[in-house]
């Protein structure tokens, strides 16, 4: 059997083929993918589910892995994402954290900065239109953020769609 830093590498090797079944493969049935700046999504069957959506708008994607780091049952992945969809480019530096199990992807928690992902994407939203739409996180959801800075002093939860 294969080891987890190499299981990772596999599987980060996967997205470039953008099949939401085979990724989700290497979840447990129980498994959870955890976008941090959304709530996680479980399930095998939800994880492939919540792929597809956002596979819908990519093009093609190549992820760089700049450091990987394995102990025990937890490997620690630095990557920059390189993304492309019909709504603009995307690189997108990441750091996942999995925990695995039997050699599978138990949880996946992947930390970004979610203002680097809409400024990528602002030039493409200005050109079309004042608003950039996003997948969000189950199949029947979509999250729309604002490419613009919020006026004044207003604390970005003041800012509504």
């Not at 079309?128 to 004044?152: D, E, L, N, V």
Request: net charge neutral.
């Amino acid at each position: 059997m294969a080891g987890n830093a190499e299981i990772i590498r596999k599987f980060i090797a996967s997205w470039s083929d953008m099949d939401a079944d085979d990724l989700a493969s290497y979840f447990t049935d129980g498994g959870t993918y955890h976008n941090m700046p959304a709530k996680p999504v479980t399930g095998r069957d939800n994880v492939a589910q919540f792929i597809k959506v956002f596979l819908q708008t990519w093009t093609d994607t190549t992820w760089d892995i700049l450091n990987l780091v394995e102990e025990g049952d937890v490997v620690i992945c630095e990557r920059l994402d390189r993304t492309k969809t019909t709504k603009g480019d995307v690189d997108l530096p990441c750091v996942g954290v999995f925990e695995m199990q039997h050699g599978k992807i138990h949880v996946w928690r992947d930390y970004f900065d979610m203002a680097t992902f809409t400024r990528a994407l602002s030039s493409y939203s200005r050109i079309g239109s004042s608003r950039a739409k996003f997948p969000c996180y189950s199949a029947s959801q979509r999250c729309t953020f604002r490419s613009s800075k919020p006026k004044g002093n207003a604390p970005l939860s003041r800012i509504t769609s």
